[in-house]
C-alpha cells in the first residue's frame, strides 16, 4: 500500500478528544490517523469499533465509519463486520479492561481465525474512565479503589498471551514514543492476517505507579537482529519483565479466514446439486 491524496485532517471528524489532558491516547490517535494515511485508506472503506473505557471513545474523532459497542465485545463485532464485508479495512480498539478483561476469552478464537485485522489494545494498567479501580495489567503492588491496601492478583501479560494465541503479527508501542509507534501500526495494517499492537498509555489522572516516566526508564527496543519469524525469541522477550522492548516481537504469514471461506465457497459452489452433496456422506 502506498500514500494517496488523503491527509490526516480528512481522517479527523472534527470532533475535539475530551481525554485527560496529557493522557497517553493522546499520542496513539495521532500516528493512528497518519498510518491510515501512509497505507492509503480511504474514510468510506474504514471502520473502528471500540468497547468501553477511554479508548472506547477513539471512534467519535474519526472521520471514518464507527461503531461503539458493549463492554467487551468489540473484537466478535469486528470479525462479523470483516466476515460480511471482507473489502473493509477493519479495526478494533480497545482497554485493557475491556480486551483481557471481560473480553479476554474472545482473544484466542479471533487469532486463531486469522482475521484479517488490525487490534489495537490500548493499555493503561487501571480503569480510568470509572475512575480509577484495578484492571488485569495492574502491578500487583499498585493501590487503587479497588485495592486500598495493593493488589492481590498477579497481572496478565499480554504478548504472552498473544503468542500463546498463535497470533500473527504482535507488537509492542508506546505512546510516548509516538513515531515509532506510527510504523507498528503501519506494519499491522499492511499485515494480512489478525495484527494486534499493544500500546501501553499510560493514565495521568488515576494511575500514579505505571507512568510515562517509569515506562521511559525502562524503555529498549527490540534489536535489530530479532528474528520476528521466531516465536521462542519472541516468548523470551515477552516474559522479560525487567525492560520495556518496543516493536515487532513476531510476525507470520498464513492464510486468513477470509481466504479460508472464499476456498470453502469455491468447493462447495463446485457441487452440482443436491444428489452429489449426499453423495459425500455415504
Known amino acids: 500500500m502506498s500514500e494517496n491524496n488523503m491527509t490526516v485532517k480528512d ?4 470532533l475535539k478528544p475530551v481525554w485527560c489532558p496529557g493522557c497517553g491516547d493522546y499520542g496513539v490517535l495521532n500516528p493512528f490517523l497518519q498510518a491510515l494515511v501512509h497505507c492509503g485508506m480511504q474514510p468510506k472503506d474504514t471502520v473502528i469499533v471500540s468497547g468501553i473505557g477511554c479508548s472506547g471513545r477513539l471512534p ?3 472521520n471514518t465509519y464507527g461503531f461503539h459497542g458493549v463492554h467487551g465485545r468489540a473484537l466478535p463485532t469486528a470479525l462479523g463486520m470483516k466476515a460480511a464485508s471482507p473489502h473493509l479495512s477493519i479495526f478494533a480498539v480497545g482497554g485493557d479492561g475491556d480486551g483481557l478483561g471481560i473480553g479476554g476469552g474472545h482473544l484466542p478464537h479471533v487469532a486463531r481465525k486469522n482475521v484479517d485485522m488490525t487490534y489495537l489494545l490500548i493499555d493503561n494498567s487501571i480503569y480510568g474512565l470509572t475512575k480509577g ?5 495492574s502491578p500487583l503492588s499498585m493501590t487503587s479503589k479497588t485495592a486500598p491496601y495493593a493488589y492481590v492478583e498477579d497481572p496478565v501479560h499480554p504478548e504472552e498471551m498473544f503468542l500463546a494465541y498463535n497470533a500473527s503479527y504482535v507488537a509492542r508501542g508506546f505512546s510516548g514514543k509516538p513515531k515509532m509507534l506510527k510504523e507498528l501500526i503501519i506494519k499491522a495494517i499492511e499485515h494480512k492476517g489478525f495484527s494486534i499492537v499493544h500500546v501501553y498509555s499510560p493514565c495521568v489522572s488515576f494511575n500514579k505507579q505505571v507512568t510515562f516516566e517509569t515506562i521511559s526508564a525502562m524503555f529498549a527496543e527490540i534489536p535489530a537482529d530479532h528474528d ?3 516465536k521462542l525469541a519472541a516468548m523470551k522477550i515477552a516474559m522479560d519483565q525487567t525492560t520495556f522492548q518496543t516493536g515487532v516481537l513476531f510476525q507470520e504469514e498464513r492464510p486468513t479466514l477470509e481466504q479460508r471461506l472464499t476456498d470453502l465457497r469455491e468447493r462447495a459452489g463446485a457441487l452440482q446439486n443436491l444428489n452429489q452433496l449426499l453423495e459425500q456422506y455415504r
Open 11 to 14: 481522517f479527523k471528524s472534527g
Open 60 to 62: 467519535y474523532f474519526c
Open 133 to 137: 479501580q484495578s484492571s488485569p495489567t
Open 228 to 230: 520476528t519469524s521466531d
